[in-house]
C-alpha cells in the first residue's frame, strides 16, 4: 500500500511538471524536450555573461573546485564496477536489470540560459547524481534479493523497494516471505529458495 502510494504521487508530481512545462512554451519531440524559437531567443537574453558570472566567484569556490571534479574519478570506477556487477551477476539471479538511462541524465547543458561554465557544472552534477541513483538502484534489487528485512532503527536512506521488506524481529514464515521478496523483485522468472534456517535456535 506504501508502494502504490508512493507511486501515485510520483504519477501526480511528473503530470504537474508537465504542465508547468508546457505552461513554459515546451513540447516533447521523440523523448526531446524542445522550446519554441521565441521561448529560446528569450532564454538566451537571460543568460549571464560570463565575465560578470566570473566577477561573482568566490576565491574558495575556485580553490575547491579541483576537488570537486577529483571525485568524478570515483564516479566513472563507480558506473564501471556497478555495471559489470549487473551483468555478471543479475542474470543469475533472476533480477531484472537497470536501465541505466532511466537514472543517468545529462541534458541541462541544452539550455541556452547556461554560460558554458554553468553548462560544465550541470553536466558534472547530472552524471554524479545519475550514477549514484543508477548504483541505488542496483544495490537496492540486490538487497530485496538477498536481504529484504527492514532495519530495527528509522533509516532516512529507504528506497523503493524497503516498504515491502519484513519487519526486524518477524520470524513468522520467515522463510516462505523470503522466497515471496524473491519471487516479486525478479517477476517471477526465477525465485529460488533460501537457505532453510531454524528460528526456534536459542
Same mark, same amino acid.
Given at each position: 500500500?506504501?508502494?502504490?502510494?508512493?507511486?501515485?504521487?510520483?504519477?501526480?508530481?511528473?503530470?504537474?511538471?508537465?504542465?508547468?512545462?508546457?505552461?513554459?512554451?515546451?513540447?516533447?519531440?521523440?523523448?526531446?524536450?524542445?522550446? %519554441?524559437?521565441?521561448?529560446?531567443?528569450?532564454?538566451?537574453?537571460?543568460?549571464?555573461?560570463?565575465?560578470?558570472?566570473?566577477?561573482?566567484?568566490?576565491?574558495?569556490?575556485?580553490?575547491?573546485?579541483?576537488?570537486?571534479?577529483?571525485?568524478?574519478?570515483?564516479?566513472?570506477?563507480?558506473?564501471?564496477?556497478?555495471?559489470?556487477?549487473?551483468?555478471?551477476?543479475? &542474470?543469475?539471479?533472476?533480477? &531484472?536489470?537497470?536501465?541505466?538511462?532511466?537514472?543517468?541524465?545529462?541534458?541541462?547543458?541544452?539550455?541556452?540560459?547556461?554560460?558554458?561554465?554553468?553548462?560544465?557544472?550541470?553536466?558534472?552534477?547530472?552524471?554524479?547524481?545519475?550514477?549514484?541513483?543508477?548504483?541505488?538502484?542496483?544495490?537496492?534489487?540486490?538487497?530485496?534479493?538477498?536481504? &529484504?528485512?527492514?532495519?530495527?532503527?528509522?533509516?532516512?536512506?529507504?528506497?523503493?523497494?524497503?516498504?515491502?521488506?519484513?519487519?526486524?524481529?518477524?520470524?513468522?514464515?520467515?522463510?516462505?516471505?523470503?522466497? %515471496?521478496?524473491?519471487?516479486?523483485?525478479?517477476?517471477?522468472?526465477?525465485? %529460488?529458495?533460501?537457505?532453510?534456517? %531454524?528460528?526456534?535456535?536459542?
Amino acid at each position: 500500500m506504501l508502494r502504490s502510494h508512493a507511486r501515485e504521487t510520483r504519477e501526480a508530481l511528473e503530470a504537474e511538471y508537465e504542465r508547468r512545462i508546457e505552461a513554459l512554451g515546451g513540447r516533447w519531440e521523440r523523448g526531446r524536450l524542445i522550446f %519554441d524559437a521565441e521561448v529560446r531567443r528569450r532564454q538566451r537574453r537571460a543568460r549571464q555573461a560570463f565575465a560578470e558570472y566570473v566577477r561573482g566567484i568566490k576565491p574558495l569556490n575556485v580553490i575547491t573546485a579541483p576537488v570537486i571534479y577529483s571525485v568524478l574519478i570515483a564516479f566513472v570506477v563507480m558506473d564501471l564496477f556497478v555495471t559489470v556487477y549487473m551483468h555478471v551477476c543479475f &542474470p543469475v539471479y533472476g533480477i &531484472p536489470k537497470v536501465r541505466r538511462r532511466d537514472h543517468v541524465k545529462v541534458d541541462r547543458h541544452r539550455l541556452p540560459y547556461l554560460n558554458w561554465v554553468q553548462k560544465v557544472n550541470c553536466v558534472y552534477c547530472g552524471y554524479g547524481n545519475g550514477v549514484i541513483a543508477y548504483a541505488r538502484e542496483i544495490a537496492a534489487r540486490t538487497e530485496a534479493y538477498w536481504c &529484504p528485512i527492514k532495519h530495527a532503527e528509522r533509516w532516512d536512506g529507504a528506497h523503493d523497494h524497503y516498504a515491502g521488506f519484513m519487519d526486524y524481529g518477524d520470524e513468522r514464515d520467515f522463510v516462505s516471505r523470503w522466497a %515471496d521478496s524473491r519471487s516479486q523483485i525478479t517477476g517471477g522468472k526465477r525465485a %529460488d529458495r533460501p537457505v532453510r534456517v %531454524d528460528v526456534n535456535q536459542d
